[in-house]
């Protein structure tokens, strides 16, 4: 399939290519000869303005649309797959959850971290026995006199090991469809036991 861009879009991609090659191939190598997950990568993206990039501005963010973001992804799986959860770590689904319906205590507390990469999103959605299935999930969300209890098991959840803030979902309603009977939680560090 051919999808074409627009002229903007083509006149970046050799910049970005450039920058994977001559900034994030290094670190590659370096991660693939057993090194750790360097902090220098998060400072490099971060540094290219691609770290929050999908963020509003008034957010911490760079303002960028949806397809710049994909063609920077493209570019950096071409090198390591990391570097693109890296940057879904700042501006994936969470960040962008936060940005569009969290209250602005969390945006203020979360987004410029993420921006910055001084913090990591993750979200929580694949289970045992449902996989990465909305429809089947299992966790239950119950609302009591201390606030909302979350019981269940998630796994195999990208940066959750690092996360500063986790989206999760949950059932609120086991009764009702998923869509209608479920809701997405933001638990951050501080909770953690």
């Given at each position: 399939?051919?999808?074409?861009?627009n002229e903007s879009l083509r006149e970046m991609r050799p910049h970005v290519r450039r920058f994977v090659m001559e900034?994030?191939?290094p670190i590659a190598r370096a991660m693939d000869a057993g090194q750790a997950l360097p902090k220098l990568a998060f400072e490099a993206l971060r540094d290219q303005g691609y770290l929050g990039m999908r963020l509003p501005t008034a957010?911490?963010?760079?303002?960028?649309?949806?397809?710049t973001y994909c063609l920077v992804m493209e570019e950096l799986s071409r090198s390591h797959r990391i570097f693109t959860l890296m940057l879904d770590a700042s501006s994936g689904l969470t960040p962008i959850a936060i940005s569009k319906f969290g209250?602005?205590?969390?945006?203020?507390?979360?987004?410029p971290k993420l921006s910055r990469?001084?913090?990591v999103a993750?979200?929580?959605?694949?289970e045992p026995e449902a996989g990465s299935d909305a429809a089947a999930i299992k966790t239950r969300a119950l609302h009591d006199e201390?606030?909302?209890?979350?019981?269940?098991?998630?796994?195999y959840i990208s940066w959750a090991h690092r996360?500063?803030?986790?989206?999760?979902?949950?059932l609120t309603d086991p009764k009702k469809k998923p869509r209608v009977g479920s809701a997405l939680f933001w638990w951050t560090k501080t909770h953690r036991a």
């Open positions: 399939m051919n999808i074409d861009t900034r994030m191939e957010d911490g963010g760079g303002g960028f649309d949806l397809s209250t602005e205590t969390q945006k203020n507390t979360y987004l990469g001084e913090w993750s979200f929580a959605m694949t201390r606030g909302w209890v979350l019981n269940g098991v998630k796994h996360a500063q803030v986790i989206m999760v979902i949950a």
